[in-house]
């Protein structure tokens, strides 16, 4: 294969990835205007994307692995390779984050609708701008950029903490709000888990510039 084609093969795997990358975040979006909607036909969109997202992660894999077989790439293209079947596979669990938020809000569904003491629509924006940053990271091949989303994480933290801390307080105050609250919390640690999905993309875009592993490095304050 010429330098040319394989370039050009790079190009394509690449572009694969950024159309999963859309479909993941738009199924974040989609669960979380359902959450604050609850119009649950909003979850069935959700429900209905799962299964494309799922075949174009084994489209990418496959793709990758055929370009590491056919060309046994060196130096920074072996780490672009490397990185995208990883990028690959978060976005795919960002997906899923996305999936267990709908049922979460179908859940809800059986109940009355009833202000909680959590800004879930506030922390699904921090955890959403994260993966759109680490993604912007990707296409710009931008390590000071993905440096900059690992920053964040701790504020996501934070308020999955503070929603926790919130919500066991309201079920011992009010328990006929337990499963309005259960829900609620289990949402905030899905979108704490996009959060972390989204370093784990920040983590992988600097691994492929830079050639450095900064996976369980202590962050700078």
């Known amino acids: ?8 093969n790079l190009d394509d ?16 979006q989609r669960s979380i205007e ?8 909003i979850c069935e969109l959700v429900f209905h994307s799962e ?8 489209e990418i894999d496959q793709m990758a692995l055929d370009l590491l077989a056919m060309e046994q790439p060196m130096a920074i293209d072996l780490r672009f390779i490397l990185s995208v079947i990883r990028i690959n596979a978060d976005l795919e669990r960002v997906g899923d984050q996305a999936v267990n938020i709908a049922i979460r809000v179908r859940e809800m569904g059986a109940f009355a609708n009833t202000d909680l003491p959590v800004d879930i629509p506030k922390l699904a924006s921090l955890s959403s701008a994260m993966v759109r940053k680490a993604l912007q990271a990707f296409i710009e091949a931008d390590a000071e950029l993905a440096q900059s989303v690992l920053l964040l994480d701790d504020q996501v933290d934070e308020m999955n903490d503070a929603a926790f801390y919130a919500l066991s307080s309201l079920i011992k105050e009010k328990p006929e709000l337990t499963p309005q609250s259960l829900n609620a919390l289990i949402i905030a640690r899905n979108l704490e888990r996009v959060g972390d999905h989204a370093t784990n993309i920040a983590e992988d ?3 492929w510039v830079r050639g450095f592993d900064v996976r369980h490095h202590p962050r700078a304050d």
């Open 34 to 41: 359902a959450y604050s909607s609850r119009d649950l036909s």
């Open 1 to 8: 294969m010429t330098r040319i084609k394989f370039q050009q």
């Open 13 to 28: 795997l690449k572009e694969r990835l950024l159309i999963m990358a859309g479909m993941a975040e738009q199924a974040i």
């Open 205 to 207: 875009v600097i691994f």
């Open 51 to 58: 299964p494309a997202i799922n075949r174009l992660e084994r």
